[in-house]
């Protein structure tokens, strides 16, 4: 089985236990989902998931793995963003100064290469899953394939 059909077995699977239970899924448990599925696949020292408030205009995430607390808590105008300018079907970024990185906190300047993917509910993008290198190595476009297929089935 492939890495893209093993997310959307598990993403099933999950999906069905709610049915069964007649409750919607928690916004953590998918993002748990989520994160555990793109650090089973794809190499990496951290991963957030990034959520847009329209109402706010406000990027924020919603969970990570490997981020520091305060590196976790982060927030972005989604004007002035770089989640905001990543282009409809994801982009690894290996230059991430130049394309508008906020380092913000010591712990930023460990990271040199990102990858982010949409995340999608009813084909509305609604964040972005982030995946975060401290190693020069860049990522490859099998890894944004595998991220895309994960944040199309949330």
Known sequence: MSAGAHAVAKVSK????AAE???AR?????VDLVIDQISDVVR???????????DNDLWYI???????WRASRVRFRGS????????????????????????????????HS????????????????AVYRK???????????FARTVGAHV
């Open 62 to 68: 919603a969970g990570s793995r490997g981020l520091s």
């Open 135 to 145: 190693r020069r190595e860049p990522f490859t476009e099998e890894d944004l394939s």
């Open 114 to 129: 990102a990858l982010y993917a949409p995340i999608s509910i009813s084909g509305k993008r609604v964040g972005l899953l």
């Open 26 to 30: 928690p916004l953590e448990a998918v």
């Open 21 to 23: 239970m007649g409750t």
């Open 80 to 111: 002035r963003a770089l989640q905001s300018r990543i282009a409809p079907e994801g982009e690894i970024i290996s230059d991430l100064d130049g394309a508008g990185f906020h380092r913000l906190y010591p712990e930023h300047l460990d990271i």
């Open 44 to 54: 990496s020292d951290g991963t957030a998931v990034w959520l847009y408030d329209s």
């Open 14 to 17: 999950l999906e069905s236990l």
